[in-house]
Antibody, heavy 115, light 107 residues
């Protein structure tokens, strides 16, 4: 059974940092590009970032470019999102996902940026 | 960046009705478009990929069409379990964008 389990969310002050993790199981992790997608409370979906299967290529939404860094450790079947210089508008449920045909999504980890 | 304009933002229809949602891209994205369903408190679920291909296990009442800038998602006969928010998503040039979503309710 495929599982994606996010962790690392919490409450942080504006300007602070958090590192999200996503543990993957049940599929060949390094065969697939992986994404982070977020959803602010009561709002729609926003794509955040993509990393290639080998970790060599990364892409970011303009809203997080320069502040967030996506990475992966294929030996640990894990995906990460380092979030720096957090803003109140980064408050959201953060999903780890394999997007597209045969998609897999986690249940999300909540990040709250508030003073 | 490519913008996706999805309409309507919400709709109310009766069981058995045909429901249509449209999505317009700000530039040509070929067929690089997915459609997702999200039920309250749940993660999104892929229904249609590459604009018109039905994901495995998804009921055939769901369909998608279009290419270039204009895309359509259809539920041929609305069922009570289809109550959800639906999103289009483009993936041209490995930068992804979601539409604003369409909340579907039963009349």
């Amino acid at each position: 059974e495929v599982q994606l389990v996010e962790s690392g969310g919490g409450v942080v002050q504006p300007g602070g940092s958090l590192r999200l993790s996503c543990a993957a199981s049940g599929f060949t992790f390094d065969d697939y590009a992986m994404h982070w997608v977020r959803q602010a409370p009561g709002k729609g979906l926003e794509w955040v970032s993509l990393i290639s299967g080998d970790g060599g290529s990364t892409y970011y939404a303009d809203s997080v470019k320069g502040r967030f860094t996506i990475s992966r450790d294929n030996s640990k079947n894990s995906l990460y999102l380092q979030m720096n210089s957090l803003r109140t508008e980064d408050t959201a449920l953060y999903y780890c996902a394999k997007i597209g045909k045969g998609d897999y999504w986690g249940q999300g980890t909540l990040v709250t940026v508030s003073s | 960046d490519i913008q996706m304009t999805q309409s309507p933002s919400s709709l109310s229809a009766s069981v058995g009705d045909r429901v249509t949602i449209t999505c317009q891209a700000s530039q040509d994205i070929s067929n690089y478009l997915n459609w997702y369903q999200q039920k309250p408190g749940k993660a999104p679920k892929l229904l249609i990929y590459d604009a018109s291909n039905l994901e495995t296990g998804v009921p055939s009442r769901f369909s998608g069409s279009g290419s270039g800038t204009d895309f359509t998602f259809t539920i041929s006969s609305l069922q009570p379990e289809d109550i959800a928010t639906y999103y289009c998503q483009q993936y041209d040039n490995l930068l992804f964008t979601f539409g604003g979503g369409t909340k579907v309710e039963i009349k």
